[in-house]
């Protein structure tokens, strides 16, 4: 995550930055070396998704067991 002050640099300078730098400021999380097919990129964010799959099940049977909007008006008025 980046400040206030490098971000609004970064947008009203438009200043294009490599890969490497944007790792070193916090900007990105994951750098890849392209592959000859040029989807490294995307393969690696597939193989995030894939980690992260699971425990996205779980987080969503979580949130499904809060109070609904809805249901929270029901309780408040009772």
């Not at 944007?22 to 690696?44: F, P, T, W």
């Amino acid at each position: 995550m980046i400040g206030v002050s490098l971000a609004k640099e970064l947008i009203f300078s438009a200043r294009i930055v490599d890969g490497e730098e944007a790792k070193s400021i916090g900007l990105v999380s994951h750098v890849v070396e392209q592959n000859e097919s040029g989807d490294a990129a995307y393969r690696r964010a597939l193989a995030l998704a894939q980690e992260f799959l699971p425990q996205t099940s779980v987080f969503t049977n979580l949130l499904s067991l809060l109070p609904t909007p809805v249901s929270m008006r029901k309780l408040i008025m009772a």
